[in-house]
């Protein structure tokens, strides 16, 4: 088995503190700098994007042919669109998420002059003036405002406060850590995955083990609005494998138990070979996985694809319940997530013409194209009964 064993008080421990600090896209300074220190503390030196994407490479037996793995620090937000009448500024989203889960949130709004607190509420809130009304308005952003919790009741006073249009508003986490294992938490997509990530990395950290390759450990800043990976791959990287939510819904067949292997999403399929190599590890090392397809969902491959990166993609996800809602995991999951990324790192590479960018066809990679067989039993009807009239 290639696995290391995973200390899970430090993968809770470090979820837990990356949910306090307010990471909406476009608010990320804070969390850039908190994980940098932390990689600091893992012994890897770090280097910043102009924005504040961090890289640190943990050097292995070769450069060439090296491996990523990608986290996204953002989360989901809203920001300031316009001040109503009464003061109270309306929002549109910050990433991919319904008014119907910002409707009684609690949340920071990041003014000029600092941070004020309030609540996202609907237009019609009270039942003692609205009646039924309330619950027959539109679930929409227009149909939703921000209650500061200062004294303002026109546009003027707002302005004095110091708040604006274009303030970004960071939604409270509200995160639960049940000792049945389950965490119930906003924004678990993605810091999960970061805290998941940075358990991976102690693990082998403390066992001191060597890779094949560099292992490149990425941790981006604008996933929610689709540019992600777009300016932190670099050349020396061919494979990426991205850590993210895995949607467990009806239809879906993800779990918040193991890890999700995504085969597809709305940007096309993984790579098939490197996505193979996951599930073979999976097996190999006694990982529960399972795997599945996502039909409205991108991740950071994607976006470092459409970049022009040329490297394999794959996605190992944790099972989240209501994701962008009110989100669920199991540590069960992170935990396995973090094996897969230890066995992923130390394992041998399989495709060593990926060390050069352009080779000839020496080496390329095949996929099976052979017919399968099948082998009937003598008696059919014995295991599929005629059907009777």
Sequence with gaps: MNRLPIDTNYLSNVLSELLDIPSPTGYTDTITMRVADMLDDLGLSVELTR????RAIRRGRDI???RAIVTHLDTIGAIVKSIRPNGRPSLVPVGTWSARFAEGARATVFSRKGGYRGTILPLKSSGHTFNEEIDSQPVSWDNVEFRIDALTRSPEETDRLGIEVGDLVAI??????LPNGFIVSRHLDNKAGVAAGLAALSAMQHEEVETPV???WLFTIAEEVGVGAASIVSNDVASLLAIDNGTTAPGQNSD???VTIAMADQTGPFDYHLSKKLVDLCVENDIRYQKDVFRYYRSDSASALEAGA???????TFGVDSSHGYERIHLHALRSVAELVTAFCISPVAIERDFYKRADTTGFTDQPTDDAEQRLPRDVSRVHPPKSE
């Design 51 to 54: 924005r504040g994407a961090i």
């Design 64 to 66: 060439r042919g090296a």
């Design 172 to 177: 409270d986490p509200q995160p639960e850590f």
């Design 214 to 216: 560099d292992i490149h």
């Design 256 to 258: 918040e138990f193991g």
């Design 310 to 316: 040329d490297v394999r993609t794959a996605l190992a």
